[in-house]
Structures are given as structure tokens and as C-alpha cells.
């Protein structure tokens, strides 16, 4: 089974509704990242937290909101959604602590929205 | 101007051929990553390195901390190395900075 996992893998929805990207992870991590990867662009980083009590917003947090329910599981909202947050969505993890080559991020499959 | 510069963009390579891949970045960081995205879209993480260089299988990797550049060789090259690859950087904090990335084709 896969180590971080994201729900749905491809989503086609319309503007204005709202909709919920899930992910999770049996890795044990406390930092989890949301990001998106548009054509032409490198990934962006949406929302970040290194524990369920710590939320922080990235660089284009604007439409968007999230929620750490549990050490595993970390979920992206869009309250709105709208045609230009059509993208490729990747939650990814890691472990807390910055020991030397402990700074890998572990990426999960991605989740394909289209706003129509 | 982007943190972090890839090139080429685009790389077609016959197989077998030796096929390097160069990052550039203009901030100090603790780390640089080299990332392969699957034509799939599944991303997985290749290297992290803060010096020197490091070798898996056909992958070479190294870093050059005083000119702020990497490359990424692969040796013997194979269609299945086919995909995107993507340089990142750590800055001293728990983020990273990605770059567009290289999409690799190679043919048989």
C-alpha cells in the first residue's frame, strides 16, 4: 500500500462549488504540505503544518483552506472553487526533525481538479 | 527571475546516450533535491545532497555550493527514464523552492 495517499485522484467539478482534496499517510510524519503544480510552472506551495496544531500558510493560500485533522490526515478546501485553480494537486510529507538527509519530502499520487 | 533555473526545458535523447541535466539557484540553501515526476504525474524524490556528489544506479548527482549549481547525469540511458525532472532547494527552514523542471524523452 501506498505511504501517502490522496482522495479523489481526479476531480471535474464546477465554479462556485465547494470541494475537498484528502490526504493521507502511514509514514508517521508530523510535517505535511500541500502543493500545486501548474503547466509551465513550477510546484507552489499552498499550506503547510508541522503538527495538528500548527497551520501556516504558503505562498498562495488565497481560495484555498485546510485542515489537520489528525497526525495522518491533512485535507485542502476550496471553499469556491474557480476555473484558475484547475491544476495538479500534491500533498506531501516528512519527518520533523532536520537531521541531515531527513529533509526528504514524500510525495502522494496527485489529484487532477478541473473547474469548469 | 526564478530561484531556482533548469535547463534545458526540453531534452530528447537516443538510448544509451550520456544525458546531463543542469539547476541553478541564486539563494543559500541547506540542501538541493533532485525529484522524477512519472508521466503519470506520481512524483518521486531522487536525491538530497549539500555537497559533493552521489551516485544510484545510472543516476549521478552533484553540487557545486560556491558556483550555486547541480547536475543530474544519467548514464546509459534508457525509455524508462522518460519523465520530468525536477531540481528544489531547501532554504534554512522546512520549504522548499522547485523549478519548472526537464521534460527527458528518450528512444529506443
Known amino acids: 500500500d501506498a505511504d501517502v495517499t490522496q482522495t479523489p485522484r481526479n476531480r471535474i467539478t464546477k465554479t462556485g462549488k465547494r470541494i475537498m482534496l484528502e490526504c493521507s499517510q502511514t509514514?508517521?510524519?508530523?510535517?505535511m504540505y500541500w502543493y500545486r503544480q501548474d503547466p509551465g510552472l513550477g510546484l507552489r506551495l499552498i499550506y503547510y503544518s508541522f503538527d495538528v496544531k500548527d497551520i501556516n500558510k504558503g505562498e498562495i493560500s488565497d481560495g484555498y483552506s485546510v485542515s489537520r485533522q489528525a497526525q495522518a490526515k491533512f485535507s485542502l478546501s476550496l471553499e469556491s472553487a474557480i476555473p484558475n485553480q484547475t491544476a495538479l494537486y500534491f500533498c506531501a510529507t516528512a519527518p520533523r526533525y532536520r537531521r541531515k538527509d531527513t529533509d526528504t519530502q514524500y510525495f502522494g499520487p496527485g489529484t487532477r481538479l478541473t473547474v469548469l | 527571475k526564478n530561484e531556482v533555473e533548469q535547463s534545458p526545458q526540453n531534452l530528447t535523447a537516443q538510448e544509451g546516450e550520456f544525458i546531463t541535466i543542469n539547476c541553478s539557484y541564486s539563494v543559500g540553501i541547506s540542501a538541493l533535491h533532485w525529484l522524477q515526476q512519472h508521466p503519470g504525474g506520481g512524483i518521486v524524490s531522487l536525491f538530497m545532497l549539500s555537497s559533493g556528489k552521489k551516485k544510484h544506479g545510472r543516476l549521478i548527482a552533484t553540487i557545486n555550493i560556491q558556483e550555486k549549481h547541480s547536475s543530474l547525469h544519467i548514464t546509459a540511458s534508457h525509455p524508462r527514464d522518460s519523465a520530468v525532472y525536477i531540481c528544489?532547494?531547501?532554504?534554512?527552514?522546512?520549504?522548499?523552492?522547485f523549478g519548472t523542471g526537464t521534460r527527458l524523452q528518450v528512444f529506443p
Open positions: 509514514k508517521g510524519h508530523d510535517r
Open positions: 528544489a532547494v531547501s532554504l534554512f527552514t522546512d520549504k522548499l523552492i
